[in-house]
């Protein structure tokens, strides 16, 4: 699985490094979010299944959890986002600690549901969660298109 989520990872890590600071805030017709949003959100979303951000895990500041969780956009935030750099230095670090779950962790049954979808096990949330990453870089590619049109 790790090479799965290398190839995800480094997939979004590469793109969002190329990022010009000075676009990622800027939120394109049809959108809800923008680029700097879903760059904290796949690292939040992560955080929260395998790790058990908020409550169980302080890898991340907990103040990320209310800007970038499920159901959160920017035109909400009360609090100064973080920078790009900032961001990219977690999902590195997030990188490496999800390669050094073991084959147990995943093998575990998960101590929580989700109101969809039949996941049982780490293993099971942890294909969601690839799947998860390469969505929002799907999008975030495509908002990215747009804003550098401008």
Known sequence: MSKQF???RNGLLGFVNKLDEKIVDIQPDHFNNTLRWHTGHVLVTTESLLFGFPKQSENIPEAYHSLFATGTKPADWEVEAPSLTDLVKYLEE???RVNGLSDAFFAETL??????????TYDDI???ILQHEAEHLGQM???HRIVSEK
């Open 6 to 8: 290398d190839l995800a």
């Open 94 to 96: 997030q990188h490496e």
């Open 111 to 120: 101590p929580y549901t989700l109101p969809f979808g039949n996941f049982k």
């Open 126 to 128: 942890f294909a969601m």
């Open 141 to 143: 590619k495509a908002m």
